[in-house]
């Protein structure tokens, strides 16, 4: 094996060994100690794979999927099966991003391990298992396989949710089961309706359609299309998140916005635009008024929001709207910016509920209403909140801005009255972003203390500065210098274009 296939087998493998040291160690701290080492490592094998022999990826006469490196196996022979692992500059930075926030979640619990029914330890080896299945998903080749990994995010992360949630967890840990499984049913279905009209899984021989005639490519595109819009989720398919945002614990909620989600837009590109290009073009006009009514009612609904953490998680529906959005154009450019908007929104949406979660730990509640006053006296928290609403709502210069200015540009360039339309209500939208965070800043840090707040004390713990810190610079750095994402994908996107009719 050479060394880029060994390090594709050590990023599935180290976090399932460690969720088992986790489980099995002797010691609820020692459980979460080797929990947050295999998550290190785990990270650490993942920065060694940019790069690689094969170059840029590309498509070959087939044309071919050539990733920087690859591992297949056969799985089950009698089936076609196979067991095939593959990196490129479109997975490779969520990659990266999963491994890092797992790292983090799993270190802020050596600090604080939430309330509920179970061990931190037990919490740890969850997460890391959630990790195994966000990286098999991004990692995989296999249309099968990717299946596979898709669906174990499913029960570590409901019992997350219904384990170490809030008051009304259960319902919410259920609402999240049902619409869950209720997108896999969709992409299972999607799934056979592709393997069994091509006679394969393998994703490199299945993208560009592989043959697939314009009646299955359609169905195909149909079914996997809504799959993902549960997974993201893109309205309507949404009402699942707030709920499970508001209950889940702050390392739960930071997961599940910062990378679970992106499972959707990525397998919405990788696959469903991937194996069914026919399919893309036709419903892509579907697919842009969705996103921009995504953005539009995203927006009222998170300024008519008294929560932060429901606003929070309300503000992903928007966010994920852009991203639908510069999908949806089939550009370069809109497809660059959904790249570059998944990865700016879980930097920041990641850093938005850690600091929700500790606002929410020191005033022991989450009401806009009673949280007045955060800068008098705990101006440390209030300054980072603010820094972290100002790159979500798309300030120059940080992280957020450049994927919804992308997919606006996108929009433009597609050209057509419907499009520009959808650039300029999404425009629109991103105004209302910008109205509903200056809303969250002056209703949480400006005004007198009320007295949940009068009372905090000013410094921050090291184990937050610890957990906080690298996104804060990833978020100025993805800011200031965009092509950290955008330069390993050029490649990629215009290779993926060259299929779609």
């Known amino acids: 094996m050479t060394f880029g296939q060994v390090l594709l087998v050590a990023v599935v493998a180290v976090p399932a060994l460690g969720a088992l040291a986790a489980a099995v160690v002797p010691g609820d701290r020692a459980g ?7 998550a290190a490592l785990t990270l650490l094998a993942t920065l060694p794979l940019v790069g690689g022999d094969h170059g840029w990826f590309g498509y070959g006469p087939r044309p071919a999927v050539q990733p920087w490196h690859q591992l297949d196996l056969q799985w089950v022979p009698g089936l076609d099966l196979r067991f095939h692992l593959g990196v490129d500059g479109i997975s490779w930075p969520l990659v990266v991003l999963t491994a890092l926030l797992t790292l983090l979640c799993c270190a802020y619990t050596l600090w604080r391990v939430p309330p509920g029914g179970g061990s931190g330890r037990a919490l740890v080896a969850l997460l890391l298992v959630v990790e195994v299945g966000i990286l098999g998903t991004f990692l995989a080749l296999d249309l099968v396989l990717f299946f596979l990994f898709f669906e174990v995010v499913l029960l570590p992360m409901y019992a997350v949710i219904a384990a170490w949630g809030g008051a009304d967890r259960r319902r919410a840990a259920r609402k999240f089961a049902l619409y869950t499984l209720f997108g896999s049913v969709l992409l299972l279905v999607g799934v056979y309706v592709v393997v069994a009209a091509a006679g394969t899984a393998d994703l490199v ?19 996997l299309a809504l799959a ?6 893109l309205w309507p398919l949404h009402s699942w998140l707030p709920d499970a945002h508001t209950q889940a614990p702050t390392v739960g909620s930071v997961i599940l916005a910062g990378v679970l989600l992106k499972m959707g837009t990525y397998g919405l590109i990788r696959v469903a635009v991937g194996v069914a290009p026919e399919g893309a ?14 953005i539009l009612i995203g927006g009222l609904v998170c300024l008519a929001q008294d929560d932060l953490k429901r606003l929070i998680a309300y503000s992903s529906v928007g966010h994920m709207g852009f991203v639908l959005l510069g999908v949806a154009t089939l550009t370069a450019t809109g497809i660059q910016a959904a790249l570059i908007g998944n ?22 509640t989450g009401s806009l209403a009673e949280l007045s006053g955060l800068r008098e006296t705990a101006p440390r928290l209030a300054g980072l909140l603010g820094f972290a609403a100002v790159a979500s709502l ?19 360039q597609r050209g057509g009255p419907l499009w520009l339309t959808l650039a300029v209500l999404a425009a629109l939208g991103g105004a209302l972003t910008a109205a509903y965070f200056l809303r969250l800043l002056r209703r949480v840090t400006h005004g007198r203390p009320s007295p949940a707040v009068a009372g905090l004390a000013p410094g921050l713990v090291g184990a937050e500065l610890t957990a906080w810190a690298p996104l804060v610079l990833l978020a100025l750095a993805v800011g200031l210098a965009p092509a950290l994402v955008l330069s390993y994908a050029t490649g990629p996107v215009e290779a993926l274009l060259g299929v779609v009719p």
């Open 343 to 364: 990865i700016a929104h879980g930097v920041i949406t990641g850093l938005l509920f850690f600091l929700a979660g500790a606002v929410k730990d020191r005033a022991h």
């Open 394 to 412: 798309g300030l120059p210069g940080l992280a957020g801005f450049w994927g919804e200015a992308f997919a606006v540009v996108a929009a433009v």
């Open 228 to 233: 993902f819009a549960v997974k993201s989720p």
């Open 281 to 294: 073009r036709w419903a892509a006009p579907v697919l842009g008024v969705l996103a921009v009514a995504a």
């Open 32 to 38: 979460r100690v080797a929990g947050t080492a295999a």
């Open 205 to 223: 021989a299945l993208t560009g359609g592989a043959g697939l005639s314009r009646g299955t490519q359609l169905a195909a595109f149909t079914l």
